[in-house]
């Protein structure tokens, strides 16, 4: 049975959460709660100054210097049998203490345990690629400063991966807006066509849940029985179930000649 609660007065009452309100985070449990977890900290620990160690969701977290990335990673490598990067990556944190909370995802299938290590740096800061590592980070550390504008040190080929080089702003940034600058509406068409198309052809559709009932040209074509750009109160257009020459050794079905059963046989 549902529970009860007292709904007295309850038009008087806020309908909406407070603004503010934080949502708590999730449990921290010490490394010792872990045999396996509880050895590799102790490891890590004569070797190198750890910030910060707990477990979070059953996946070991150390924090740790931004300077000390490439060799702890190097070290739960060749020493922790931690021998695949899953994932690499940065959380934006500018507004609130104008740093970035670089993290690396860590798998060792001999354990089968996960291990996260986190670091932070300045927005005018750089952190040490660990491609040499980890071949994977290769993209991941070009998309860390394609969308956030992470500078990462010592990387052969740091440039952007997906937004184009002469792209200004990095959209993963919290400050970037939801639905582009001027510049970005109007990226492909001055690329592509040149500015004098702009009244042509009109700025680009940057919401993605947006579908206009009549559209006729777009992805969503909703009338996609008219031609191409055409009105869409035209009649729809003749439709065949095979191409004009048929297909060879089989008769041609047209859709004038089919026939809807209205029970089945």
Same mark, same amino acid.
């Given at each position: 049975m549902r529970e009860y609660n007292n709904r007295k007065n309850r038009q008087k009452k806020a309908y909406y959460n407070d603004r503010f309100y934080v949502v708590p985070h999730i449990p921290k449990d010490n490394p010792d709660t872990d045999e396996i977890f509880y050895k590799d900290y102790q490891e890590l620990k004569k070797n190198f100054k750890i910030k910060e160690a707990f477990i979070q969701r059953g996946q070991l977290v150390v924090i740790i210097n931004p300077k000390d990335n490439k060799e702890i990673l190097k070290f739960m490598r060749d020493n922790l049998e931690y021998t695949f990067l899953t994932e690499l990556s940065a959380n934006d944190y500018l507004e609130k203490d104008n740093e970035f909370e670089i993290f690396y995802q860590l798998l060792s299938m001999s354990k089968r345990k #996960?291990?996260?290590?986190?670091? #932070?740096?300045?927005? @005018?800061?750089a952190i040490e690629s660990i491609y040499t590592i980890f071949k994977s980070a290769d993209w991941s550390e070009r998309e860390m400063f394609d969308m956030l504008g992470v500078k990462?040190?010592? %990387? !052969?080929?740091?440039?952007? =991966? =997906?937004? &184009?080089?002469?792209? +200004?702003?990095?959209?993963? #940034?919290?400050?970037y807006p939801l639905q582009g600058d001027e510049a970005a509406?109007?990226?492909?068409?001055?690329?592509?066509?040149? $500015?004098?198309? /702009? $009244? =042509?052809?009109?700025? *680009?559709? /940057?919401?993605?849940?947006? =579908?206009? /009932?009549?559209?006729?040209?777009?992805?969503? /074509?909703?009338? %996609?029985?008219? &031609? !191409?750009?055409? @009105? &869409? +109160?035209? $009649? &729809?257009?003749?439709?065949?179930?095979?191409? *004009?020459?048929?297909?060879?050794?089989?008769?041609?079905? $047209?859709?004038? @000649? +089919?026939?809807?059963?209205n029970t089945r046989r």
């Open positions: #996960r291990a996260r290590v986190k670091c #932070r740096i300045k927005e @005018n800061e990462v040190n010592n %990387h !052969y080929n740091l440039k952007r =991966i =997906i937004m &184009p080089d002469d792209w +200004s702003g990095y959209p993963l #940034r919290k400050d509406q109007w990226y492909e068409v001055d690329k592509i066509f040149g $500015k004098k198309y /702009r $009244k =042509i052809i009109g700025p *680009e559709q /940057r919401d993605s849940a947006k =579908i206009d /009932r009549k559209d006729t040209k777009n992805f969503s /074509r909703i009338y %996609h029985g008219v &031609p !191409y750009g055409a @009105n &869409p +109160s035209e $009649k &729809p257009t003749k439709q065949d179930y095979q191409e *004009e020459d048929g297909v060879f050794f089989v008769d041609e079905f $047209k859709k004038e @000649n +089919s026939k809807v059963l």
